[in-house]
């Protein structure tokens, strides 16, 4: 007998952290009654923390539950129905004589070509950047010494630009695909809690691990790769596409996935220039914002904060005229040195599984709508993100950031040095006026909006948090043009992910490598 139960809830103070599926299973043997030798197997389906009451903040969980044997009198209880399992993936056959070519290895070539993979197409994968290893160490080059490898960095190379982040694996999309996505993280080696927490993250430590085996896997299958290896240009007879790298590889296909990160703008305006059709589409622009984590935790915990993880917040102010939210919030992380060309500053969030770093950060964005930017062309955004990136660089002339505390920049004022919350940006900072390097809308709009964010999360508007600039890459400024089929107006290229401006995260750029892979492979 196969069941799920909903509605079991314990005080945080009666369960650890690390031991959710001992304190879920208590539950759950303590409602139905059953003993726990009745039970052939059990999973936790989902675990949330509701901190509605700070005095009386709980654990709620819902399990699934095979019990030895049939036991039709606990269907009675509300909280109880037979389990329904989901539907397993398929994979048909390739159908076609040449393989498909799927360039770039971030979370939308990563599921697409698995897919493709488990479908014996034998994937050729194209990575501008290196495999996970060796660009781990090129990174930590960077942020050592401050030489910046331009193919193979924070944004660039195996894993795309959520490997060094805090791996956040929620969406605001409501699609089937989004439990197989977090199963195969797990499957590959990520911790279980990602297939049942509210807000699951897997931790840049540990997606070096899951990036490492999907690749394996997929390699296992017959894929192949090809690291260090840019897609330059392609031209096609109507029938084939002819693909050529930077290093004179050449391959013919009638499938050619891309998979690009939004950072690839070299690889956009060669796109553009070869006649793919684009649009301009809205983006967003600010700073990454730090507090401590032990006040983030009062804040949203209370007294009950000793007893729970790391704790995070979301939120959004919408002004008269724009938007302003919270995006990527890293709890107990840094503040990354995330730039992809030489003398700019890009900033990002980045967390370790465990969450354990005495800041939080967080992106606090203002949305920028093409009329802001846009004069003639698609590509105008780019342009424009890159105007403010060198405008940031300048202001310290060496890789460090431009920022100001959170009472000198709503006052209009510098400060001076940091007080308690200590910048955790690895190249170091210089204290300025953002609006030095953020256009004048966005700088007043975060002043508009964070004495109102203040009122949802009282303690937000810290006079000691840091605001560190600039986050610029949080999107794509770029929509290339495909149709139902997910096809481009050339025949055989499928523009997919973040960089063609269909996703906005892990999640939702993996899940459009798998429906693009899937529509192929149907078709």
């Not at 030895?68 to 109880?80: H, M, S, W």
């Amino acid at each position: 007998m196969e069941i799920k139960v909903a509605n079991l809830r314990a005080p945080v103070t009666e369960v650890h952290p690390s031991s959710l599926k001992d304190a879920a299973k208590r539950l759950v043997i303590k409602k139905l009654r059953i003993k726990p030798e009745n039970i052939a197997n059990f999973r936790i389906l989902r675990s949330s923390i509701d901190a509605r009451k700070k005095n009386d903040i709980r654990y709620d969980f819902q399990v699934y539950l095979k019990i030895n044997g049939d036991f039709p009198e606990l269907l009675q209880n509300q909280d109880v129905a037979l389990f329904q399992k989901p539907a397993e993936m398929e994979y048909p056959a390739w159908g076609f004589e040449t393989r498909p070519v799927v360039v770039g290895f971030g979370p939308a070539g990563m599921f697409a070509a698995l897919y493709l993979a488990r479908c014996h197409a034998r994937p050729i994968v194209l990575e501008r950047g290196s495999r996970i290893e060796e660009r781990k160490a090129k990174v930590d080059n960077f942020l050592k010494t401050k030489e910046l490898d331009m193919n193979s960095n924070v944004q660039f190379g195996e894993g795309g630009a959520g490997t060094f982040s805090d791996g956040k694996l929620t969406t605001n999309l409501h699609n089937e695909l989004i439990g197989f996505v977090l199963e195969e993280f797990f499957k590959h080696g990520a911790t279980e809690d990602v297939t049942y927490a509210s807000n699951p993250h897997v931790g840049t430590d540990y997606l070096e691990k899951v990036v490492r085996n999907i690749r394996q896997e997929i390699i296992e299958l017959g894929g192949e790769f090809h690291f260090n290896t840019c897609f330059t240009d392609f031209d096609t007879d109507g029938t084939l596409l002819n693909i050529y790298t930077q290093n004179k590889l050449r391959f013919s296909t009638r499938h050619l996935l891309l998979c690009l990160g939004h950072s690839a703008r070299d690889t956009i305006r060669h796109l553009y220039a070869k006649g793919l059709q684009m649009e301009a589409k809205s983006f967003s622009m600010g700073v990454r914002v730090e507090h401590l984590q032990s006040k983030i935790n009062t804040i949203q915990y209370g007294k009950s904060a000793r007893f729970l993880p790391a704790a995070s917040y979301k939120g959004a102010i919408h002004l008269a005229k724009r938007s302003v939210y919270t995006f990527c919030m890293c709890p107990g992380g840094t503040v990354m040195a995330s730039a992809s060309e030489p003398n700019t500053i890009v900033t990002n969030g980045m967390s370790e599984k465990s969450r354990s770093k005495t800041n939080a950060n967080s992106a606090l964005l203002v949305g920028i709508e093409p009329a802001d930017f846009y004069k003639g062309s698609p590509l105008d955004g780019l342009a424009y993100q890159e105007k403010y990136e060198r405008l940031a660089f300048q202001v310290g002339g060496d890789y460090r950031a431009p920022a100001n505390l959170m009472r000198e920049f709503l006052q209009g004022e510098v400060a001076t040095a940091s007080r308690s919350v200590k910048p955790s940006y690895p190249h170091g900072v210089v204290f300025c006026d953002l609006s030095r390097c953020l256009p004048h809308y966005v700088t007043q709009s975060l002043r508009e909006a964070i004495p109102l964010f203040d009122r949802r999360l009282r303690g937000f508007n810290d006079p000691d948090a840091v605001l560190t600039g600039i986050e610029s890459r949080s999107s794509s400024p770029v929509r290339i043009l495909r149709d139902e089929q997910r096809q481009s107006n050339v025949a055989g290229i499928y523009p997919v992910g973040e960089g063609a401006g269909y996703a906005g995260g892990i999640t939702s750029a993996a899940i459009d490598g798998l429906r693009t892979a899937i529509a192929i492979v149907a078709n």
